[in-house]
């Protein structure tokens, strides 16, 4: 029992210490955090886009 637990123990520690795949999960942060602003921007753009043609529309009825 005590040898599985030192194996696990080692493994756990060289797992730990790879690099390997690191730039990967880095980039895949940068993309879901791009990701996540331009869902709350388009929220925002939304709103203005309609009050543009909304203020459009309004004028476009007081003119006629």
């Known amino acids: ?3 599985i637990v030192t194996k696990l123990s080692v493994r756990i520690r060289y797992l ?5 795949g690191q730039d990967l999960v880095e980039y895949a942060l ?3 955090l791009i990701g996540f602003a331009a ?3 388009m929220g925002t753009l939304a709103n203005d886009i309609n009050s543009a043609f909304s203020n459009i529309g ?3 009825l007081t003119t006629a």
């Not at 730990?16 to 390997?20: C, D, N, R, T, Y």
């Open 1 to 3: 029992m005590k040898y």
């Open 16 to 20: 730990m210490l790879q690099e390997e």
């Open 30 to 32: 940068v993309v879901a």
């Open 39 to 41: 869902v709350a921007g």
């Open 58 to 60: 309004a004028s476009l």
